[in-house]
């Protein structure tokens, strides 16, 4: 290797520039460094090492400049401070196979912190002096207390009010009964066959208590009979079960209205003797 070639690579060996000048952590920083070739050269960057403090991006970037080559890394720093890394070699490459070796040098830059100077050493803040409560005034709370003790003072004889006299002979508005016309009328000979069912039903069990709303019809029957086995139970079966094929839909083609109004005045029989049939 001849004299001027060597003065060259000792002039290349610190030759790398960091950008931006003031990065800080996580920055993608870029180190650049112009190598001069004769016409006809060509230049290849060695790979850059991972490290604690830094680690690259990728591999080396190699950029055609007029009469030199480009070389340019992205790293990325972990650590804040003064980084100095060693750079991995460059070789240039001559047309007819001549290659020769440069040293990478050692890129130097400075990373700062993300976090500002003032978080991590505080300046120090003076001591608070004592509070004056001479100058404070007492009206905002004694207006406070006063409130409270007022709104305390209602809700007390609030709970304690009075209770409201009922108004005497005030009763209660009953719906009349719709008519079972008028059921009928809108298609609905189910619901009439129901109330009718329902009406003697609750005649039955105040006359016999065994016999209660809560059985089904053959349970009621058979507690009536158990109760008043001298009773003609014949009339009471057919209107039951008759009212029940109506409700359940199956019976069809039964004249409801005359079975319901027997039904009704049955119920009346059995409210006003007791049941004693």
């Known amino acids: 290797m001849s004299a001027p070639a060597l003065l060259l690579l000792v002039l290349q060996a610190n030759g790398w520039v960091a950008t931006p000048s003031q990065p800080t952590i996580g920055d993608t920083i870029q180190l650049e460094r112009t190598v001069s070739t004769p016409p006809g050269w060509r230049v290849r960057a060695g790979k850059l090492a991972s490290g604690t403090v830094a680690e690259p991006l ?4 190699v950029l055609a400049a007029p009469g030199a080559w480009v070389v340019r890394y992205a790293v990325v720093a972990w650590t804040p401070g003064e980084i100095s890394l060693d750079m991995p070699a460059l070789w240039r490459l001559g047309p007819d196979g001549t290659v020769d070796s440069l040293t990478g040098g050692t890129a130097t830059f400075h990373v ?8 991590k050493a505080p300046a120090p803040q003076p001591s608070l002096g004592p509070l004056r409560l001479d100058r404070s005034s007492p009206f905002p709370v004694i207006a406070a207390v006063s409130l409270a003790g007022g709104v305390l003072l209602l809700l007390i004889l609030w709970r304690r009010r009075a209770p409201r006299n009922a108004v005497a002979n005030q009763g209660l508005a009953v719906d009349v009964e719709v008519p079972d016309a008028r059921w ?3 298609g609905e000979p189910k619901a009439v066959a129901a109330r ?14 065994d016999a209660h709303e809560a059985l089904s019809t053959e349970e ?10 001298d009773a003609p139970l014949r009339d009471l079966r057919e209107l039951l079960l008759g009212l029940d094929q109506v409700a359940f839909a199956t019976a069809h083609g039964v004249e409801i209205a005359p079975l319901a109004a027997r039904a009704r005045a049955l119920a009346r029989e059995l409210s006003a003797n007791g049941g004693r049939r």
């Open 220 to 229: 009621c029957l058979a507690a009536v009979e158990r109760a008043r086995p």
């Open 58 to 61: 990728g591999d080396a970037l």
């Open 184 to 186: 009928l009328a809108a």
């Open 112 to 119: 700062a912190s993300v976090i500002p100077d003032s978080v």
């Open 196 to 209: 009718a069912a329902q009406g003697l039903r609750r005649a039955l069990a105040h006359a016999i208590p």
